[in-house]
């Protein structure tokens, strides 16, 4: 099973802060016939957290805290203490205002962006949460989340319930049956090849929802980058 089962909008900007002599971690990443060593990076969003995931309904105080691995090797980082993501519904202050967290990094020889998002209200074929990737010369990645595909609701209910299990896959799974389970699922994002010769400054979610429609909310970010 490909899971870990257990029983100009609004910008706010998010650095370096509680994680800053941790984000490194063990078990790099090794690309056959480059020269530099891949090494995965957990990103800081620490200083953005508005809300608590463990908050949430169904099951969802049974998901775990701290760092956990996702089942293609991708270490994530859910904040233990308090708050612990950044979610759209609250940063809009419940209006449908757009929304946008931007956390400044600075990653050179970056090739992948794990993200671990899902959305409340999640809806099919719906492209209101967009990735955005900055370099430092200029070049923009820009990855729309759809519905059903990249993104789906945190709980097993009437909303949204598939992801493409490819670039999207489940890394949390906890409770069981409608109305109980409840998942925290991450996005694969293949950096462009123009980023070879440029740092990743910038990892931007954008949010154009609403309350009652597919607001996102963010966990855990991840970069796989030179060491």
């Known amino acids: 099973m ?3 089962q257990l029983m100009e909008p609004n910008i706010l900007k998010a650095g370096y802060g509680l994680l800053a002599a941790r984000t490194v971690f063990t078990a790099p990443f090794v690309n056959q016939g480059c020269e530099t060593e891949k090494v995965y990076h957990i990103v800081d969003i620490s200083s953005s957290y508005n809300y608590r995931l463990q908050n949430m309904g169904g099951a969802a105080p049974h ?3 701290g760092q956990i691995t996702a089942p293609d090797g991708v270490p994530l980082y859910i904040g233990e203490e308090g708050n612990n993501v950044w979610h759209s519904e609250y940063a ?6 757009p929304v946008t967290l931007c956390l400044e990094v600075q990653y050179s020889g970056a090739t992948e962006v794990h993200t671990a998002i899902n959305t409340w209200w999640g809806q099919a074929g719906a492209s209101t949460s967009v990735l955005e990737l900055y370099g430092s010369e200029g070049t923009v990645d820009r990855v729309e989340l759809i519905g059903d595909v990249d993104i789906r609701d945190y709980l097993s209910s009437s909303f949204t319930n598939t992801i493409n299990e490819t670039t999207t896959i489940n890394a949390v799974l906890a409770g069981s049956g409608q109305g109980n389970e409840v998942r925290i ?23 154009t929802g609403s309350s009652g429609y597919q607001r996102a909310y963010l966990v855990a970010a991840t970069v796989l980058a030179n060491q």
């Open 2 to 4: 490909n899971m870990f």
């Open 63 to 65: 998901l775990p805290v």
């Open 92 to 97: 809009a202050a419940d209006s449908t205002a």
């Open 185 to 207: 699922d991450k996005q694969k994002i293949v950096i462009s090849a123009a980023f070879a010769k440029e740092d990743l400054t910038r990892i931007c979610l954008t949010d």
